[in-house]
Nanobody, 115 residues
Framework: QVQLVESGGGLVQPGGSLRLSCTIS????????MAWYRQAPGKQRDYVGV???????HFADAVQGRFTISRDTVKNTMYLQMNNLNPDDTGIYYC?????????WGQGTQVTVSS
């Protein structure tokens, strides 16, 4: 069974940075991609960015140039580096891992950007 645990969320001032971690347990053999999503209060869950098996990344327009995604294959951990944060980045951040026929999600970590 694959399980994902996000960490690293918290309260940060506008213009600040945070790094989120997504630690994955279980076999990830055959996965196709890993991604980050976020959900602001009262809104739907939105796509943030994705990393593929070759390390290639893609981001939503709202975070392009400010966020990066990386993976540590030894630790089975994916990271979301978030820079120049603004209040619109507030929300619960979720990671997922996709396989051909399965998709697993973590429980989320809260990020609050406020002065």
């Amino acid at each position: 069974q694959v399980q994902l645990v996000e960490s690293g969320g918290g309260l940060v001032q506008p213009g600040g940075s945070l790094r989120l971690s997504c630690t994955i347990s279980g076999s990830i053999h055959g996965f196709t991609s890993m991604a980050w999503y976020r959900q602001a209060p009262g809104k739907q869950r939105d796509y943030v960015g994705v990393i593929d098996t070759n390390g290639g990344t893609h981001f939503a327009d709202a975070v392009q140039g400010r966020f990066t995604i990386s993976r540590d294959t030894v630790k089975n951990t994916m990271y979301l580096q978030m820079n120049n944060l603004n209040p619109d980045d507030t929300g619960i951040y979720y990671c997922n891992i996709a396989f051909t026929s399965d998709l697993y999600w973590g429980q989320g970590t809260q990020v609050t950007v406020s002065s």
